[in-house]
């Protein structure tokens, strides 16, 4: 069974910038992905690409956040810049191992951003 692991978070000041990676135990076929959950907030897409390299922001991130996939290791990464305080949150891998099939999840990694 292909499992998820994702690492980079951490504190950062407001307007830093923090690199998530996530890497599966197996080939992604599919679409991979990161979400977050803020507390007492519903877990909400950041941001996904395909296994050819297209991809999709959630508006309040565009223009910061930055997704990127090395198929060959399947890994993939969120680059994180000019963090506000609303971007504090658990941020969670996901990824279609196939396409036919429900995304996995990783266990999430805390994100802080203090002012």
């Known amino acids: 069974q292909v499992q998820l692991v994702e690492s980079g978070g951490g504190l950062v000041q407001a307007g830093g910038s923090l690199r998530l990676s996530c890497a599966a135990s197996?080939?992604?076929?599919?679409?991979m992905g990161w979400a977050r959950q803020a507390p007492g907030k519903e877990r909400e897409p950041v941001a996904n690409?395909?296994?050819?390299?297209?991809?999709n922001y959630a508006d309040s991130v565009k223009g910061r956040f930055t997704i990127s996939r090395d198929n060959a290791k399947n890994t993939v990464f969120l680059q994180m810049n000019s963090l506000k305080l609303e971007d504090t949150a658990v941020y969670y891998c996901?990824?279609?191992?196939?396409?036919?099939?429900?995304?996995?999840w990783g266990q999430g990694t805390q994100v802080t951003v203090s002012s």
């Open positions: 996901n990824a279609r191992v196939v396409i036919t099939k429900p995304p996995i």
């Open positions: 197996g080939s992604i076929f599919g679409t």
């Open positions: 690409i395909t296994r050819g390299g297209r991809i």
